[in-house]
């Protein structure tokens, strides 16, 4: 029963050191100025893609008319 229980929360340990090492890995380095373009999200409002572009480290949106550029100043 003790070494089944040991087994589960080492298992648990390395997954938790494999999440936190995926999400070192997925995060952005800002050595390079990544950007989304509109017209594939186009199904998103500007103001809701905006925000989420910025908590994942997108630098900007690409290929935004006119009618939205007062949004993105």
Known sequence: MI????AIGVSSAFS??????EKKE???KGNINHSAC???????PLDELCL???KIGLKGID???????ETLK
């Open 52 to 54: 989420q572009a910025k």
């Open 3 to 6: 070494a089944g229980t040991t």
């Open 63 to 69: 290929l935004v008319g006119p009618k939205e550029w």
């Open 26 to 28: 997925a995060a952005l």
């Open 16 to 21: 938790a050191l494999a999440i936190d090492e």
């Open 38 to 44: 509109r017209w594939c999200y186009a199904d998103i």
